[in-house]
């Protein structure tokens, strides 16, 4: 009967044991997706900064033509 109860823990442990690796490996993948939307996030920042200014200075060309 112990030697019963022993398997059974093992499996269960064994269970728990492939269950943390899934975890971890999807948390890594998790990871790895959120740092490349936080970069594309960087990115449209940047291009909106760079808009903005372009938009401003023609603003201010225009402004010195009238």
């Known amino acids: 009967m ?6 059974a823990l093992e499996q269960k442990i064994d269970q728990l044991i492939e ?3 899934a975890l971890n490996r ?3 993948a998790l990871k ?3 740092a490349s939307w936080q970069q594309e996030r960087q ?3 940047d291009k909106n900064e760079l ?3 372009k938009v401003e200075a023609m603003i201010n060309r225009l402004r010195t033509m009238e």
């Open 2 to 7: 112990a030697d019963k109860q022993l398997k």
């Open 51 to 53: 808009a903005r200014s």
């Open 43 to 45: 990115d449209l920042i």
């Open 26 to 28: 999807e948390n890594q």
């Open 32 to 34: 790895a997706e959120n």
């Open 19 to 21: 269950l943390c690796n």
